[in-house]
């Protein structure tokens, strides 16, 4: 009955390579979240996409890129891995103009 | 730039001892304000919400908001080292349903 998953748990690459990690929810929210949280713990928002509206943080680099094949799944695509990109990546969901989120496990990327 | 600003702590605080968290926010068109509780190395995750000026209660949590000072606590009674988590503070985008997280407080109850 787990509402918000994400896979992979863990994923160790190198630099350069393209990954992608998955996010489902099955809460029957409208509204699905990327953030990346950083060694110091700051959880910034990356992407906000409902099935009208596509927010991008524009501090996030366009090697990010989101991918919804429908209401349920938020997938995070990421091309050219690079040292930086190393956190814990979370995904999170919400009903439509609510703010309240649900957060997944998280997804600890490390790029070597 | 909207901020959310919280110290970092950690705050440390004995078993049955009140803990006090706070939060400003620099927004004032900001109507919503949450607590995340994450504890380390899991997800953050919603304890409390408030929406009015004053104080609202859930179980040894209160929430306390000022908008006039835009500043926003939390307040856990009867503190257990179960307690023990970072805090998030969250403020909403006034008008944007994205939320802006403060950095956290680090909460250490001991024994």
């Known amino acids: 009955d787990t509402a918000v998953s994400q896979t992979p748990k863990y994923l160790v690459t190198q630099m350069g390579n393209d990954k992608s990690i998955k996010c489902e929810q099955n809460l029957g929210h409208d509204t699905m979240y990327w953030y990346k949280q950083d060694s110091k713990k700051f959880l910034k928002i990356m992407f906000s996409?409902?099935?009208?509206?596509?927010?991008i943080n524009e501090t996030v680099p366009n090697r990010f890129s989101p991918k919804s094949p429908d209401k349920a799944h938020l997938n995070l695509h990421i091309n050219s891995l690079e040292l930086g990109d190393s956190a814990v990546y979370f995904c999170a969901s919400s009903q439509e103009g609510a703010y309240e989120q649900y957060f997944g496990p998280g997804t600890r990327l490390t790029v070597t | 730039q909207k901020e959310v600003e919280q110290n970092s702590g950690p705050l440390s605080v004995p078993e049955g001892a009140i803990a006090s968290l706070n939060c400003t926010y620099s927004?004032?068109?900001?109507?919503?304000f949450f607590w995340y509780r994450q504890y380390s190395g899991k997800s953050p995750e919603l304890i409390m919400f408030?929406?009015?000026?004053g104080d609202k209660e859930d179980g040894r949590f209160t929430a306390q908001l000022n908008k006039a000072s835009q500043y926003v606590s939390l307040l856990i009674r009867d503190s257990q080292p179960s307690d023990s988590a970072t805090y998030l503070c969250a403020v909403d985008g006034g008008g944007s349903y994205i939320p802006t997280f403060g950095r956290g407080t680090s909460l250490i109850v001991h024994p």
């Open positions: 408030i929406y009015s000026n």
């Open positions: 996409y409902n099935n009208k509206e596509l927010i």
């Open positions: 927004d004032r068109g900001s109507q919503s």
